[in-house]
């Protein structure tokens, strides 16, 4: 059974351009939240999707960052004209229908020269 | 808001030299308190759920237990293999995002 698959897991970026990251979940999962680790700092939640909805953004910078959870394929996080603030990791997890236990990915680790 | 902090920030023990972790944490309502551990360059690896008061879970070497305030990860005769960053993180009934503390590093010398 595979885990949450997140690709690339390194992307680097020169500033003003733009990052997609990719996050599959893990087979029979339907709940997507995405996370930013920060160096020294601790994980900070940015947004929660279901399948085609967004149910909460409430971490989610108001301008450059969105995501997405098509119906077909994987969730992604889009963040236009990065910064050198932006650069950290960004984690996926998943959880099922029923179960508050989420489960990461390996991560993606953005690089904004 | 909630909060979560963990202590010690850092951790050092030989080898067998059993401690505890400590998270303290508020919350408006307690859905779950959630233990992972991260290694370096890795995503959190999840742990434990715990729902309530009172509430204990084991596996191997770990033991996490919970109180209204405060959640302990308990490590018994610890070994190399058991370094690695332990987080702790709360889920409150308002909402699903978990909210972490900044987590403690443990290294375990032979």
């Known amino acids: 059974n595979a885990g949450v698959m997140q690709n690339p897991r390194h992307l680097v970026r020169r500033r003003g351009q733009e990052a997609r990251l990719r996050c599959s979940p893990m087979?029979?999962?339907?709940?997507v939240y995405w996370y930013r680790q920060l160096p020294e700092e601790g994980l900070k939640f940015m947004v929660y999707?279901?399948?085609?909805?967004?149910?909460?953004e409430s971490g989610m910078p108001k301008e450059r960052f969105s995501a997405e959870f098509p119906k077909e394929g994987p969730s992604i996080l889009r963040i236009q004209q990065v910064v050198r603030g932006d650069s950290a990791a960004y984690f996926c997890?998943?959880?099922?229908?029923?179960?508050?236990?989420?489960?990461f990915g390996p991560g993606t680790r953005l690089t904004v020269t | 808001e909630d909060q979560v902090t963990q202590s010690p920030e850092a951790l050092r023990l030989q080898e067998g030299e059993s401690s505890s972790l400590n998270c303290s944490y508020t919350?408006?309502?307690?859905?779950?308190l959630f233990w992972y551990r991260q290694d370096p360059g890795k995503g959190p690896e999840f742990l434990f759920t715990?729902?309530?008061a009172g509430e204990e879970k084991e596996k191997e070497r770990l033991k996490a237990t919970l109180t209204k305030k405060e959640s302990f990860l308990h490590i018994t005769a610890p070994k190399p293999e058991d370094s690695a960053t332990y987080l702790c993180?709360?889920?409150?009934?308002?909402?699903?995002?978990?909210?972490f503390g900044k987590g403690t590093s443990l290294l375990v010398t032979p």
């Open positions: 997890a998943s959880s099922p229908d029923g179960s508050y236990e989420q489960y």
């Open positions: 715990l729902y309530s």
């Open positions: 087979k029979g999962h339907s709940h």
């Open positions: 999707l279901q399948k085609e909805n967004i149910i909460d």
């Open positions: 993180a709360v889920q409150g009934n308002s909402g699903y995002a978990l909210n």
């Open positions: 919350v408006s309502g307690l859905r779950g």
